[in-house]
């Protein structure tokens, strides 16, 4: 906020007091033209006047504080900014002085240099002088000697070579001349440094690294990402330059990803043909005339995932449950998944939500009798990625299809998921594949149900000469038996001799004994799991089959099995008849 | 005295008749109190009340008991019936004290009734000689043959003469009834619903005697009663009746102890019965249970089962 804007503020809050006051005169008149007709009312519109202003005070006293505590921010602000300019000036004049004291050092040593050896030359030449200082004042003294000589004839003949010596000497010339010359060459320093920073001391400082800011939830989608940083403090910015990378967790990668940029003169961006549920590792750097700021820290952005797909063949449900299950949708995991579903029918407006779904599989509780529609997205940091393909989920009965992945190579399943097929042909065994999963000597398959204890019913369709095992099984039971032949599963099966039908009800390889004299053609399978029972029905006729009394440890899953060529048809969906729920 | 009591018989037919026409209820009883039921005894059991009644028999000519359990739900609304035939030796007593119905009954809100086997006290020379024939061995037929025909009358005593008893003088829905029974009370049970297509809902048996005219029980009794007409034998033979059945759609539950001496004692051929049944297609789920014996102790196990099985007919 700047002082016009704080000023601004004060004005509005002395112009709303002013008009209250005024409001609260015109009251004070009305009051008084009633007379003192009713002095109780009076007394009471009073009161209630006056609370109305006490409150409409504190309000304002209120709104002055706050407006008072911005104003505190804005001076702390201004400080520290006014404080951190004075630093850095301070700063950049002691860089000033220790430049042009070195400086100067560097010349003083110079010129000392030079006075040195100045003064050496000058002092040979003074040795000099006085050597020829002594040397003429020997041949003065030898001739003034000779001078005082009484003996003429010797005079005579020394003042011949004296006389040569001293015309010698005096024709000599004598070097009056310094050696060296009295001044001093002064080097100029290399002040253009120091003219440089000096003049920089008066322009705007380059910029400081701008902050990455967070990223903004629900700012991303699959491709893009929304950036936005802001100024460190009070710079002026020409214009910021952005770059991102692919942040990869790939480790046979070794080299890094080329880096990106973009040129952008706002403090946001919207950066776009990115990998959906992405990491990318971004910084930005403003530029103003001076120069660029240097690289703000880089803030990881994540790009929204990729929608999941729901599959509908691994989805089943029963009157009050239904479990969902679905593929990521994304090469790398994300954090979580969320749920969406309503009833078909409704606009929309009761749609329910479950969140932090942690894996791709969830348990719902519905309403019976219903069909809802179902969607999931995929969430990670960036937010939620776009809904998936919706699927369809009906809660008449108990819905599930064949688990592929279990069957015995010799099946095949149909289409739909619903009808197995054991055919006549004779697959060499090389031709099969096995897998940890299927069943490798029961020619048999597991269907699904919703991991909940509740009730369940479905029929199976079955050829008059199909010898058939159908029941349930626990989800572990053993892939090399036969059902009904462990204690992990539970099975009808029926049995074609040349004379006669035979049924038996296999639990631990034992069963019953027990005749049936009309075929069953289509079987009702009813699973009640509080009640630990597994009955069969002759659902053409009602007919009561049997029943296993059996307490279930775990969840069971049904299980069909052919024990030679045929075919066998599920039926789900369906409620159990009221002759079997009592 | 003679004279006395030939009048009295006469007094006793005309008012017979004349009941027989009368459709009302009400006066029915009030006219020949004779004719009344008096109770013989109630216990509470399971809510409900176990009680037995004796009355004067129009068909088997002396009086009969009969036990009827009456389950909670009988004091505020009509209540399908189950009939219990018993087998050999027993009368009115064995089921309810020794099978545990009460509480399944109690449960799917049924009124059981369960008669006697035979007439009783009739005085017919040679009745008591043979625990398997005669008094407490009735069969179940309408005998033919003197000096059995006048009161030995089983069969349309419970197909006819206690049904209507039982609709007139207790809460009982007279459309919905189903029959069960053991051993020998198996056989009537099966003759009585393959004989009445549409009569019983349901139809059940605890280790019956399926062919009676295969076996030496049957052979015994039917020539007894029935004397040496065969049709007439095969007319009360489930397996025959079985073969040329046609009706609505039964469901029949067996229960056959595997350990049963007369089962191997080849009195009760559960397979003719089995194979007569796949033939025709008359649905019949047939349970040999493994360790039980042809006592009381292997109804008790499995009478919940059944009366399930006629719950599931009778509730619907």
Not at chain 1, 21 to 42: L, N
């Amino acid at each position: 906020m700047d002082v016009f804007e704080v000023r601004g503020r004060l004005d509005v809050i002395a112009e709303e007091l002013a008009s209250e006051e005024e409001e609260e005169e015109a009251t004070d008149e009305d009051v008084f033209e009633q007379g003192s007709s009713d002095v109780s009312t009076h007394t009471q519109q009073m009161k209630e006047q006056l609370n109305k202003r006490r409150s409409k005070l504190s309000q304002k006293i209120v709104e002055m504080e706050n407006f008072a505590s911005n104003l505190e921010e804005i001076f702390i602000t201004v400080e520290e900014n006014f404080g951190r300019q004075e630093q850095n000036l301070e700063q950049h004049y002691n860089e000033v002085l220790q430049t042009l004291s070195q400086r100067n050092e560097a010349r003083a040593a110079a010129l000392d240099e030079q006075k040195n050896s100045k003064l050496e030359c000058l002092y040979g030449q003074l040795l000099r002088c006085g050597q020829t200082l002594d040397a003429s004042k020997e041949l003065i003294e030898s001739a003034q000697e000779l001078h005082r000589r009484p003996d003429k004839h010797g005079f005579l003949q020394a003042v011949m070579p004296v006389m040569k010596r001293v015309e010698q000497f005096a024709g000599e010339e004598v070097d009056l001349k310094l050696g060296v010359s009295l001044d001093f060459q002064v080097l100029t320093p290399d002040l253009s440094e120091v003219r440089q920073m000096m003049e920089s001391i008066n322009v705007l400082p380059a910029p400081s690294a701008p902050v990455m800011n967070p990223q903004i939830a629900n700012s991303a989608t699959d491709t893009s990402l929304h950036v936005c940083w802001s100024l460190f403090s009070d710079d002026t910015v020409e214009f910021y330059e952005l770059y991102w990378r692919l942040i990869s967790d790939d480790c046979t990668m070794e080299t890094l990803q080329e880096v990106s940029q973009l040129k952008v003169k706002e403090t946001h961006c919207t950066v776009s043909s990115l990998r959906p549920n992405a990491q990318y590792e971004l910084w930005v750097t403003a530029t103003n005339t001076t120069g660029i700021s240097p690289a703000s820290e880089r803030a990881v952005y994540m790009t929204v995932p990729s929608p999941p797909v729901l599959k509908p063949r691994q989805c089943v449900s029963s009157l009050n449950a239904a479990l969902i299950r679905w593929d990521s949708g994304n090469t790398d995991p994300v954090e979580s998944y969320t749920l969406e579903f309503g009833e078909t029918g409704t606009d929309g407006s009761g749609t329910e939500s479950i969140v932090a779904i942690p894996s791709c599989e969830c348990l719902l509780q519905l309403q019976p009798q219903k069909i809802y529609i179902l969607h999931v997205r995929a969430v990670n940091i960036g937010g939620p990625s776009d809904r998936s393909e919706p699927v369809h989920i009906s809660t008449t009965g108990t819905f599930f299809h064949l688990l592929e992945d279990t069957a015995h190579p010799s099946l095949s399943l149909s289409a739909d998921g619903l009808t197995m097929f054991y055919l006549d042909e004779d697959l060499p065994i090389s031709h099969m594949t096995f897998s940890d999963n299927t069943f490798n000597r029961c020619v048999a398959v597991l269907g699904d149900l919703v991991p909940v204890r509740g009730q369940y019913y479905w029929e199976v369709e079955v050829d008059e000469d199909a010898e058939f095992r159908v029941g349930v099984a626990y989800e572990d039971t053993q892939r090399n038996s036969h059902l009904g032949g462990n204690n992990t599963s539970w099975c009808m099966r029926h049995i074609l001799t040349p004379s006669r039908h035979k049924y038996e009800f296999l639990h631990s390889g034992w069963t019953p004994d027990i005749r049936i004299t009309v075929q069953p053609l289509r079987i009702g399978v009813f699973l009640d799991y509080s009640r630990g029972i597994l009955s069969f029905y002759n659902a053409a006729l009602r007919q009561h089959l049997y029943t296993f009394s059996c307490h279930f440890l775990h969840y069971v899953q049904p299980c069909f099995a052919l024990d030679n060529p045929g075919a066998l048809t599920l039926r789900t969906g369906m409620t159990a008849p009221a002759y079997i729920t009592p | 005295m003679n004279r006395l009591t030939k009048l009295f018989d006469k007094s006793q037919i005309v008012l017979r008749n004349i009941n027989s026409e009368l459709k009302c209820h009400s006066l029915y009883i009030t006219v020949n109190s004779a004719m009344a039921l008096t109770q013989v005894s109630s216990n509470k059991c399971c809510d409900g009340y176990q009680k037995v009644f004796e009355h004067d028999s129009s068909e088997l000519k002396c009086k009969m008991k009969f036990a009827i359990y009456l389950p909670p739900k009988a004091e505020s609304s009509k209540c399908p019936v189950l009939y219990w035939l018993s087998g050999l030796t027993c009368t009115e007593q064995n089921f309810i004290t020794k099978a545990g119905s009460q509480q399944a009954a109690s449960e799917h809100g049924i009124i059981i009734v369960a008669p006697d086997t035979s007439p009783r006290g009739c005085n017919i020379e040679g009745e008591d000689e043979s625990w398997d024939f005669g008094t407490g061995a009735g069969f179940y037929v309408n005998a033919t043959q003197e000096p059995w025909k006048t009161n030995y009358r089983m069969y349309s005593y419970v197909t006819e003469e206690l049904p209507r008893l039982i609709n007139s003088n207790f809460p009982a829905d007279p459309e919905k009834m189903s029959i069960s029974g053991h051993s020998m009370g198996g056989h009537g049970a099966l003759i009585c619903a393959l004989k009445n297509p549409g009569k019983y809902k349901s139809v059940s048996a605890f280790a019956p005697i399926c062919n009676p005219i295969q076996c030496a029980w049957g052979q015994k009794a039917f020539s007894g009663y029935l004397g040496p007409d065969k049709s007439i034998w095969e007319s009360y033979d489930a397996t025959v009746l079985a073969e040329s059945y046609s009706g609505p759609e039964l469901d029949i539950l067996i229960d056959q102890g595997r350990d049963d001496q007369f089962l191997s004692a080849s009195q009760l051929l559960p397979d003719n019965l089995i194979a007569a049944c796949s033939k025709k297609k008359i649905p019949v789920v047939f349970r040999l249970q493994q360790g039980y014996d042809h006592s009381y102790y292997f109804i008790f196990s499995f009478i919940n089962d059944h009366i399930k099985h006629h719950a599931k007919y009778l509730n619907a």
